[in-house]
């Protein structure tokens, strides 16, 4: 990359770094480009070589955001038993969450009308879905009913503390449960499917 790229790349991060902090003081709606632009010293009309609308600039942040959760996927410490595993993989996403609201609410949850991430970016949670299902399959979740309830119950729980507890862990001391009661529901599950008779 020559050094032409290398400072247009640059720019590019502090304008999505930029995007994230006004996110995070007034919520992912409340800002506009001009803002973003005043933000970084540059001249609105400027910013639109970098990003040429908002949904563009959302595009960057929502594959900038998933960069950083598979990187902190990537730095977690594996467990030698699955169920283990499974527990810590639960509170690497919920303290990741929880960490920063506005990015939950971007990366999780349709909380811009409108947008919809690129394919290159969406292919990024495609890859963060990939490992949290491996990761459901070693504890012996197979079908994709349950990996819906896990997703489902994980979110739940994120969203409960973001809403209603934001600067304590009430939601928090929730997730060992979680993880019990739903690794108990389908082993349960499994064990009267295995009991049932076999049709020859």
Same mark, same amino acid.
Request: hydrophobic fraction near 45%; charged fraction near 25%; proline fraction near 4%.
């Given at each position: 990359?020559?050094?032409?790229?290398?400072?247009?790349?640059? *720019?590019?991060?502090?304008?999505?770094? +930029? !995007? $994230?902090?006004? #996110? !995070?003081?007034?919520?992912?709606?409340?800002?506009? /480009?001009?803002?973003?632009?005043?933000?970084?010293?540059?001249?609105?009309?400027?910013?639109?070589?970098?990003?040429?609308?908002?949904?563009?600039?959302?595009?960057?942040?929502?594959?900038?955001?998933?960069? =950083?959760?598979?990187?902190?996927?990537?730095?977690?410490?594996?467990?030698? &038993?699955?169920?283990?595993?499974?527990?810590? #993989?639960?509170?690497?996403?919920? &303290?990741?969450?929880?960490?920063?609201? =506005?990015?939950?609410?971007?990366?999780?949850?349709? *909380?811009?009308?409108?947008?919809?991430?690129?394919?290159?970016?969406?292919?990024? #949670?495609? *890859?963060?879905?990939?490992?949290?299902? @491996?990761?459901?399959?070693? #504890?012996?979740?197979?079908?994709?009913?349950?990996? &819906?309830?896990?997703?489902?119950?994980?979110?739940? /729980? *994120?969203?409960?503390?973001?809403?209603?507890?934001?600067?304590?862990?009430? $939601? !928090?001391?929730?997730? @060992?449960? +979680?993880?019990?009661?739903?690794?108990?529901?389908?082993?349960?599950?499994?064990?009267?499917?295995? !009991?049932?008779?076999?049709?020859?």
């Amino acid at each position: 990359m020559d050094r032409r790229s290398e400072r247009h790349e640059s *720019t590019k991060r502090e304008i999505v770094h +930029a !995007a $994230w902090a006004l #996110a !995070a003081e007034r919520g992912l709606a409340a800002w506009s /480009l001009r803002d973003v632009a005043e933000a970084v010293g540059m001249r609105a009309p400027s910013l639109y070589v970098y990003f040429d609308s908002k949904g563009a600039l959302y595009d960057a942040m929502f594959a900038d955001g998933y960069r =950083a959760f598979l990187a902190r996927i990537e730095a977690t410490p594996p467990e030698q &038993d699955a169920r283990a595993m499974l527990g810590r #993989a639960a509170h690497v996403f919920f &303290d990741f969450c929880v960490a920063d609201p =506005a990015r939950y609410q971007l990366l999780f949850q349709r *909380t811009v009308p409108g947008f919809v991430p690129s394919p290159a970016s969406y292919a990024l #949670a495609g *890859t963060a879905l990939d490992l949290l299902v @491996d990761v459901l399959r070693d #504890a012996g979740v197979a079908e994709q009913r349950e990996v &819906d309830l896990w997703t489902a119950v994980l979110t739940g /729980l *994120t969203s409960q503390q973001i809403s209603n507890d934001p600067s304590g862990d009430r $939601w !928090a001391q929730l997730v @060992d449960d +979680a993880v019990e009661i739903f690794l108990g529901a389908v082993a349960s599950r499994n064990r009267s499917r295995d !009991a049932q008779p076999r049709v020859k």
